[in-house]
C-alpha cells in the first residue's frame, strides 16, 4: 500500500504564500483579516500591517456590503463557491474577483479561507465582445468575414438583408458571389494586391443581390492580424449607398436645370444689350460696303473699307462666342486658365451692356492669377455677379471688378473652410442699395431673391456658389443697407501657367485637293477663294448627298474634306460616315457655327480630325488644312 507523502505545517504555509491569487482567512464572527499572503498584498494596495487592521467589509463598496453578511451568514461547513463579487482597492478602484472559500479551525477561532481570482480583465473582454456582437448583429451595414483565401466563414443579419442571402449558406463561398459584371477585372486585382500588401482598402463597389439587384455600397475590407502580426483573414464592412448615390444624380440634375434655367433668364437681359452692338455693327458693315461700291477705284477707300468691316465681323464673331460660351456647356472643360482674361471677357460684355449712369472700375493685370477651372463657367459666374450688382443701382454708381493672388490665411478670414495654401481672388463690388443682414445671410440660396416677381428666379447667387465650391474654392459676401455689396470669390490658385494656344505657321501648299462641303453660296465663295488664293484645288458641293457623290467619284484624289454639320438632304455628321465607308482614311475638317461637347467628343473619337467655328480667320484655316495634309491620314 502506497502512503501518500507527509507535508509539514511549514510547507503548506509556504504553498498559501507563494500561490500566485489572492488568499486570506478572515474570522467568521468578527470578519477581521487573520492572515493575508503576498499576492493579496500586491493586487489589493494595503501593506500587510493595513490588511490585518481590516475586515471584509472594509474591500467592498458600501452598496455590496448587505450581500456579503447574508453570504456569510449562510456559511456553513466545507466548500463554498461563493461566485463573482465586487472588490474595492485601497486606491478606491474596483475589481471583479471569483471567489472560492472553505471553512476552517485557525487557532481556536472559526475561520474561512478564501481564494479570490482577478476576472476583471476577462470580464471587459467578455463585456467588448459581446458589444461587438450585438453591434455586428444589430448593424444595417453588412458584415463578413473571410479567410485569407477569401472563403466566407460568417455573415451578419445585415448581409442577409442587403443581398438576399440566409446566413446559412454563405459560408463556404467567396465574395464572388457578388459580383455584378459591372467592375474591370483590374478593380479586383487593385483589391487583393492592396490586402495582401498588409493595408486597409476601401473604395466604391456595384454588387448584384439574389434577386438581380444593382447595389451600390462603400466596401471598407481590414486586415485580421494574431497577437504575433500574423495575417489571419479579413473583416468586409458593404454600406448601401445606393439612395445616396440616386440623390446625388437627381442633386446634380437639379443643379444642371439650375443652370440652364439661369442661363436663359440671363441671356434675356443680354439681349438688348447685344443686339444694339451688333446693329452698330451691322451699320459699320453695310455703311462700308455702300462706300467701297461707290468708289472701287479709290484703293486707300477701299483699304480703310476692308479694314472696318473685317474689324466689325471679328468684333461680332467675338460677342456670338461669348454668347454661346454663356449660354452652352462648355467645349473646353478644365484647364489652367489666366483670371484676368475673364475679367477682361467680362469687361468688354459690360461696356456695351451697362446702363451709361454705372461707371466700370477695373483692377490693372496683376499677372500670374492662374485657376484651374472651366472657363465659361467662371465666365458664367463673373457676369452673374455683375448683372445682380447692375440691377442693385438703379440710380447710377461704380461696378468695380479686382483681381489678385492672395494667401489662404487671409482667405480663411472669410471661409474657415478654405484649406489651399495660396488662391485667387475675384472681386465683384457696386455702391448700390446694399443688403441687410438677415439677406446677406441668405445671398447663395437657390431661389431666394429680393427682385419683384417676374424679374428673377433668385438662381443667380447660387449658381455662382455652385460653379465656385465646385472649383474647390469658396464665395463670401460683405454688404449694408445704403452702401453696397462686394462679393468675393475665392479660387485655388495653380501653380502652372496657362498653356499657350499654338501660333499659326506658314502654310505652304502643293497643289492637294480640298473638298468643300457648305450650302450657304457666301461662305463657299469666300472659305473657297482663301484655299484656291492658298494654293490648293477646290472642288465644291452644296449639300449631303452631292458631297457624298463628288467624294464616291473621286476620292482618290480628294486629300481633305472641309465640311458644314447643317446641311441640306444629308447633314454633315451623316457625310463623315458615309464618306468614311467609301475611304476609311479620309482625312474630315467640320466647319460650322457650334459644335455640341458631346457631339464634338464622339466625332472625335470616330475619326473627325479638326473642328473650326463658324466665323473662323483665314489664318486659322488654312494653318489647320496644312498641319493636316502634312500628318498621316487616319489609319495609314
Known sequence: MTREPRVEDGAY??????????????????LGFLVVNDAAVRRYGYSREEFLALTIRDIRPPEDVPALLRNVAGVGQGLDQAGLWRHRLKDGSLIDVEITSHTLEFGARRAELVLAIDVTERR????????????????????FLTSLDGTIAYVNPGFEKLYGYAAAEVPGQTPRMLKSGEMSADHYAALWHTLLAGRNYRATHLNRARDGRLVTVDASITALRSPTDDLLGFVAVHSDISERRRLEEQHRALEAQLVRAQRFEALGTLATGVSHDFNNLLGVVLSHAAALARRPEDAPAVSRGAEAIRLAGERGASLVRQILTFARPSERGVSVVDAWTVVAEIERLLRDILPRPISLAVSPDPGGAWVRCDHSQLHQALLNLCLNARDAMPSGGTLSL??????????????????APDYVELRVADTGVGMDEETRGRAFEPFFTTKPTGRGSGLGLAVVYGIVTAHGGCAAVESAEGRGSTFRLFLPLSFAPPVPEPVPGPSPAAGETILLVEDEEMVLEVVGAWLRDSGYRVVTARDGEEAVAVFREAHGDIDLVVCDLGLPRLGGREVFFALRNVEP?????????YVDVSERRDLAEAGVAGFLEKPCRVEDLLDLVARLLAGPARGA
Open 585 to 593: 482614311r479620309v482625312r474630315f475638317v467640320i466647319l460650322t457655327g
Open 402 to 419: 479686382f483681381v489678385a493672388r492672395t494667401p489662404g490665411s487671409r482667405v480663411r478670414t472669410y471661409c474657415p473652410e478654405a484649406g
Open 13 to 30: 504555509r509556504r504553498l498559501f504564500e507563494v500561490n500566485p491569487h489572492p488568499m486570506w482567512v478572515y474570522d467568521l464572527e468578527t
Open 124 to 143: 471587459r473582454t467578455e463585456e467588448t465582445v459581446r458589444w461587438l456582437q450585438q453591434a455586428m448583429e444589430q448593424t444595417d451595414d453588412a458584415v
